[in-house]
Structures are given as C-alpha cells and as structure tokens.
C-alpha cells in the first residue's frame, strides 16, 4: 500500500520554526516531482513548494520565499519543509503530495498531484 505520511506539525509563537517531514512507503518517490500544499480554514489547497526527482528545481509560493525551503533525501524516501520566520497566516494543515511516474516539471496545481499524505497541523500564534 502506497502511502505519504507527513510528521512534524504543531503549534509555534510567530518567528518561530518548524520542519515539516513527509515519509513515503510502498514505493519509491525518488524520479517523481513532489511538492508541499497547505489548507487553511475555508480557504482552498494552495500550493506552497514543489522539487524535482533530484533535488536541483524547485518552486516555491511567493509569500514563502526566503522563509521555507523544500528539499528531499532520496536514500529515506522523505521530503522535507523547514519553516522558518512563520508567521500567523501561515496557520494550516500542510500535506505533502507527488506527481504521476515520467511526469518532470513542478506544478502548482493541486490537480497535478495524484498522491497525498492526510495532512499535518502547523499552527502559528501573534
């Protein structure tokens, strides 16, 4: 059973830091573009940063640059999001996905994604 379990969530003060873990199991996510997506509250998925198959393309949403970095460690089949400087409105539950087999560009929508974790909670307080 092929599946995406995201760890590392919680409850930070703004400022603060948190690293987000996705760990794949059932198969390998070493080829396939992965990518980190977040939902808020009555608000839809959003994309929040994608990575290519090794690591050497990423993307990342505008308000996150500089502050998030995706990267992924192909030998424990785990992607990673370090948060840094968050702020509150980065509250949501965080949900790691990956693209289709041979599929080689990162996209931000969420309906290019056909494998998904059930989501970490990050909240961040003022």
């Known amino acids: 059973q092929v599946q995406l379990v995201e760890s590392g969530g919680g409850l930070v003060q703004a400022g603060g830091s948190l690293r987000l873990s996705c760990i794949a199991t059932?198969?390998?996510?070493?080829?396939?573009?992965m990518g980190w997506f977040r939902q808020a509250p009555g608000k839809e998925r959003e994309f929040v940063a994608g990575?290519?198959?090794?690591?050497?393309?990423?993307l990342y949403l505008d308000s996150v640059k500089g502050r998030f970095t995706i990267s992924r460690d192909n030998a424990r089949n785990t992607l990673y999001l370090q948060m840094n400087s968050l702020k509150p409105e980065d509250t949501a539950v965080y949900y790691c996905?990956?693209?289709?087999?041979?599929?080689?560009?990162?996209?931000?929508?969420?309906?290019?994604?056909?494998?998904w974790g059930q989501g970490t909670q990050v909240t961040v307080s003022s």
């Open positions: 996905a990956a693209r289709p087999d041979k599929i080689y560009t990162i996209s931000t929508s969420r309906f290019s994604y056909n494998y």
């Open positions: 059932g198969r390998t996510f070493s080829s396939n573009i």
């Open positions: 990575i290519s198959g090794i690591g050497g393309n990423t």
